[in-house]
């Protein structure tokens, strides 16, 4: 086990018009964010007062234009590493994740987009692999294919990807600038080792054309909910990306997860378990709630009882739409579904009625990703609790909208965070390595022959 101090991992998703489906439909949302330099550069340099680890950048590599229901926020997409170059010149410490599909990218280009952003950002640059969830074949349309590749094809080809990045990011061994310029030798060429690689679903042969990055390895984020996934990010990931159910599923998971990494030759600590967590965040509980239950209202949809009740396995039809879902079910219905209880605890009382009910789950992961409400203090208990249950090693802030949460949590989580000693009081490294207290690991060139200038 590692002997470093354990602090919260702190990182910001961005999502130009918000999370939650509806939530945009507030007077105040901002929704001209998609694309706008000047909203994405405010999120950026909050973030980074937040002295957050990093900024996080989802991929979507298709449209959803006819998707059903409201997810007005899945449209439109920025290339993430465009927006990572642009991130990186208008920041100094936040690292900068970029996430890359693994099933349509080609390493070639995604190691040399992902080394260039290393060498612009001085050591923020993060990777994140996603492999694309089955049966969503929109994408192989726009790469010419007529259907999603299965899993075992998915994780075949982010195997291969992933070894050819590493192997790509050390085509220069370091001492390979020389500027002799008596002798007239700028580079020592001597210090390149091109990959010679040939696999089932990639070949390369030849080396980067840049030095190595300056954070050696870097980092790697997974988000995967399979077996294979699980294996892949206790291999390969320094971080991995999961879902928040509650203290008890996510301890299980923490130590399911965790308890992969020594098979692979890794201590546990070296990976962070990080959830997307949305957070309504206000100057006091009260004032929370109501923003909560203002966007739930938002909610577009007729209630139906149908859908509430297919997810707790019960007929709703007879029941009043108004009924508080305390009278409407048993203490026994409670116990099975864990979620009603945090539904409850995100309202904050317990006037939560079948209709609210609706509101909730229409909300695409409030189940697998419920909502945290409360003050400044509240939020910032809640994570110190989970904190240290080892449910999670940090949370990455899904905003319901723009641009008030960021900003709320940062004004009023983080100095709590500060105050219970589990959060930093400023950047003391520059890179997203240095964040996580990861090491600069050697280059695997370096105990070779001495430099030309040695
Ligand atoms: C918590 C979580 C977050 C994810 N975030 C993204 C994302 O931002 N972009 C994306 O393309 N896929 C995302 N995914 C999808 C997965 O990365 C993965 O592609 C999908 O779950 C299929 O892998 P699996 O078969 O191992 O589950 C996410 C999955 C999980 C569980």
Redesign the pocket.
């Known amino acids: 086990m590692s002997t470093r101090q354990r602090t919260v991992k702190l990182a910001y998703s961005a999502w130009p018009t918000g999370r939650h489906a509806s939530a945009w439909r507030l007077p105040e949302a901002f929704n001209g964010g998609t694309v706008d330099p000047v909203y994405l550069a405010d999120t950026v340099r909050t973030a980074e007062r937040g002295l957050f680890d990093y900024y996080f950048m ?3 590599i298709s449209s959803t234009p006819t998707a059903v229901g409201n997810w007005h926020n899945d449209v439109f997409k920025l290339e993430g590493f465009t927006l990572a170059a642009y991130a990186a010149a208008i920041s100094r410490h936040i690292g900068l994740v970029v ?1 890359v ?1 693994t099933t349509y990218a080609g390493p070639y280009d995604s190691a040399r987009a992902l080394v260039s952003l290393d060498h612009l950002s001085q050591g923020r640059a993060g990777l ?1 692999i ?5 049966g969503v074949d929109g994408p192989a349309r726009n790469y010419g294919q007529a259907r999603h590749a299965v ?1 075992e094809d ?1 994780y075949g080809r982010a195997e291969e990807f992933i070894g050819i990045v590493h192997g790509l990011s050390e085509s220069w061994e370091d001492g390979y600038f020389v500027d002799d310029r008596e002798k007239g030798t700028l580079f020592d060429l001597s210090r390149s080792h091109p990959l010679e690689f040939e696999g089932k679903f990639y070949s390369v042969g030849g080396a980067l054309n840049l030095p190595r990055p300056p954070q050696g390895r870097i980092p790697i984020v997974h ?4 077996e ?2 699980f294996h892949y990010g206790a291999r390969h990931a320094d971080i991995r ?3 928040f159910v509650s203290t008890e599923w996510n301890r299980d998971y923490y130590r399911r997860i965790k308890g992969l990494l020594p098979q692979y030759g890794r201590d546990p600590d070296d990976q962070f378990i990080i959830p ?1 967590i949305t957070f309504y965040v206000a100057g006091t509980d009260a004032e929370a709630r109501r923003k909560f239950k203002e966007v739930q209202d938002l909610v577009v949809g007729e209630y139906a009882p149908m859908q509430v009740g297919a997810l707790l396995g019960l007929d709703l039809s007879r029941v009043p739409r108004d009924e508080r879902i305390v009278d409407a079910f048993t203490e026994e219905t409670f116990r099975q579904h864990p979620w009603l209880g945090t539904a409850l605890a995100a309202f904050g009382d317990e006037s939560v009625t079948l209709h609210d009910l609706f509101h909730y789950i229409s909300n695409r992961g409030h189940l697998n990703q419920p909502p945290v409400v409360g003050s400044g203090p509240r939020v910032a208990r809640w994570i110190a609790e989970n904190f240290e249950a080892r449910a999670f090693d940090g949370v990455k802030l899904f905003p319901a909208y723009a641009r008030t949460p960021l900003d709320a949590f940062v004004d009023l989580v983080v100095p709590e965070l500060q105050r219970l000693g589990i959060y930093r009081r400023s950047y003391d490294t520059s890179t997203l390595r240095g964040h996580l207290g990861l090491a600069v690991p050697p280059s695997p060139h370096a105990a070779r022959a001495p430099a030309l200038t040695a």
């Not at 996603?130 to 089955?134: F, Q």
């Not at 988000?223 to 399979?226: I, K, L, M």
């Open positions: 989802g991929n979507a996430t599909n994140n996603v492999t694309g969830a089955d899993r998915r988000a995967g909910g399979s294979k996934s990306f999961s879902p997307g």
